[in-house]
């Protein structure tokens, strides 16, 4: 990253992160500490300044089993999300790459998706999977109950992998494309040239060399999954039911600011934000170094 | 392109269509939906050719949901964030990439580090500052024994809290830092060799460059500052006034779980809310496109 030409003014190098590290000063390292705060007190039940407990918030979330229930469930959505979205889109824009007749519409369509918001998805899945209205009910009518994300948690988890899906394959397949569009003609000429198939040139010149933005996208989707999910839950399931769609964040809203224990969700979000973080600092100390930036 | 492969081609464009179709259906779903009346909505499956009563759905909610207040209320906020986060990421990218100084790799940590932690993780003590942003400082003051009582400012209820906590993020940081890293040496060397400091590289070299990576962050922005749904949620209290349009989907849903909402209506209100983002990156897609094609030299 080091680079000969660098600019040495300092004073204006300085001004131009300030803003930015400002905002993120007050909206992220603040609060983050102060959930670090509550995380480690418990509230006085008739006010005044909160009491030093120690890891007790943190043994009673470890001790709830329904916690452990909401970081499965976190986990299994995360990665079947991700999987789900990046195998897909990156499919679609090494096809769409192909610059077949008709590849403009395609990679027009395929971006639209994006535009929802979570709570309107998962609106417009929960009628399309309800099971007694819609178009999935259908299948109720064949083979009774066999699809009611209502009653059943496996049926609501998939709605709610799909939703997220299908919102976000749009963002990944426009990095992609963009990507695989960036990768200079002659290359692949020239493995043509060396006997490389269409299949052969995917696997072994464009996906090695959209890595960087496979990197970037990994990240961002698993982000997602933990953030945008929210939305879905929210208006899908309710976390529902018997707790089968709990993800994380949506348990923190809900002892946070439904239960007003404040203590508890903040142990909460400090979990969560070490196994985020950890997971991402590993994850850029392994990858990028297997990375190349053209 | 190079070669000829009939039946690789036939399949790629089977798939392609075939996966479109999927990909577009629930946008059509949920517009005949929104024009069929109560019966036929809940018929399975539905008739998916609109019905007539798509004009009475939407006259219904947008009563309902307040709309007309609403859909200023995100396009204003969605506005700033694009406008803001835009700028701000690309001054701090500049600033990392191109300037040579001990704490940049430190202040570029701490700016992806953010990344990690979206709002929604620290949800409930970012509502805590945005009650009173000044809360940080004044602390800092009282640690310090200074005795200044800075005065309260109170984001609930308003535009910089619906806009602010959603710029303080490395989304847009780290796509200008990714860019900013593939710029060759050799063009800041030469800009530099032809008298150019630091402001006038930015101006007429480096923003130029980045005009479709501007355009590509600025449409993923808007939609995501329209698509906000939990923090304007929590920091909007005076939902008369300050509503966002995202918001109101929540009154189309029964609060009890199981319970299923009155389906046309409640399609009619996502209707509203889905159109304008999908408009505008319908719109600014050409753009994007436009700008990220590399023609075949």
Not at chain 2, 52 to 81: D, M, Q, R
Not at chain 2, 138 to 151: E, K, Y
Not at chain 2, 254 to 260: A, I, V
Request: glycine residues 4%.
């Amino acid at each position: 990253m080091t680079r000969h030409a660098a600019f040495t003014n300092i004073w204006l190098a300085t001004l131009l992160v300030l803003p930015q590290l400002l905002l993120v000063f007050v909206f992220f390292y603040w609060p983050t500490a102060e959930a670090l705060y509550w995380a480690f007190t418990l509230e006085q039940p008739f006010g005044g300044s909160n009491q030093w407990v120690g890891l007790l918030n943190f043994t009673t979330v470890f001790r709830d089993p329904k916690y452990w229930n909401s970081v499965t469930v976190s986990v299994i959505f995360a990665l079947a999300t991700t999987a789900l979205i990046l195998a897909v889109s990156l499919g679609l824009a090494l096809l769409v790459d192909r610059r077949l007749p008709g590849h403009q519409i395609y990679s027009f369509g395929y971006f639209i998706p994006y535009a929802m918001a979570a709570p309107a998805a998962g609106l417009a899945f929960r009628f399309i999977f309800s099971p007694n209205a819609g178009f999935v009910a259908a299948i109720n009518t064949w083979f009774p109950n066999l699809w009611n994300p209502a009653t059943d948690g496996v049926d609501a988890m998939i709605l709610i992998i799909l939703c997220q899906a299908w919102k976000s394959i749009g963002y990944s397949f426009v990095f992609f494309l963009a990507a695989l569009q960036s990768i200079p003609r002659p290359l692949l000429e020239a493995s043509a040239m060396d006997g490389a198939g269409i299949l052969r040139r995917m696997r072994d010149v464009q996906v090695p060399l959209v890595m960087p933005t496979l990197f970037f996208l990994i990240i961002i989707n698993l982000t997602d999954s933990f953030v945008d999910s929210f939305g879905i839950v929210d208006i899908t399931t309710h976390g529902g039911p018997a707790r089968a769609t709990d993800l994380m964040v949506y348990k923190i809203y809900f002892d946070g600011f439904k239960a007003q224990d404040y203590s508890l969700a903040a142990a909460e979000s400090i979990v969560l934000m070490v196994l985020v973080v950890g997971l991402t600092f590993i994850q850029f100390r392994y990858i990028e170094r297997r990375v190349h930036y053209t | 392109m190079i070669e000829r492969t009939p039946i690789l081609n036939a399949v790629t464009q089977v798939i392609l269509a075939v996966m479109l179709f999927v990909i577009l259906i629930p946008f059509w779903m949920v517009f005949a939906a929104a024009s069929h009346d109560f019966v036929t909505v809940n018929r399975v499956p539905m008739p998916l050719w609109p019905g007539g009563h798509l004009y009475e759905n939407l006259a219904e909610v947008w009563v309902k949901g307040n709309f007309g207040t609403a859909l200023v209320n995100s396009f204003i906020s969605s506005v700033l964030v694009t406008v803001g986060k835009v700028f701000l990421a690309s001054i701090t990218a500049f600033s990392i990439v191109f300037f040579r100084y001990r704490a940049r790799m430190l202040v570029f940590w701490a700016i992806f580090v953010t990344l990690m932690l979206p709002l929604e993780v620290r949800i409930v003590p970012t509502y805590a500052v945005a009650a009173n942003v000044l809360t940080p400082f004044q602390q800092i003051l009282d640690f310090a024994h200074i005795r200044v009582v800075l005065p309260e400012w109170n984001l609930l209820n308003t535009y910089p809290g619906l806009v602010l906590p959603l710029v303080a993020t490395a989304t847009g940081t780290f796509l200008y830092r990714q860019f900013y890293m593939t710029v060759p040496n050799e063009l800041a060397e030469a800009a530099k060799m032809d008298g150019a400091g630091p402001l006038r590289f930015y101006w007429q070299i480096l923003m130029p460059l980045s005009r479709s990576n501007m355009a590509a962050l600025a449409a993923i922005m808007f939609v995501y500052a329209w698509n906000q749904y939990l923090w304007p949620l929590l920091v909007i209290t005076d939902q008369q006034h300050f509503a966002t349009a995202t918001m109101q989907l929540q009154k189309m849903v029964p609060e009890g779980f199981g319970e299923p909402p009155v389906w046309n209506t409640a399609m009619a209100a996502n209707l509203i809310v889905l159109l304008p983002p999908a408009i505008v990156s319908i719109l600014l897609q050409r753009l994007i496109v436009r700008g990220l094609i590399v023609t075949e030299k």
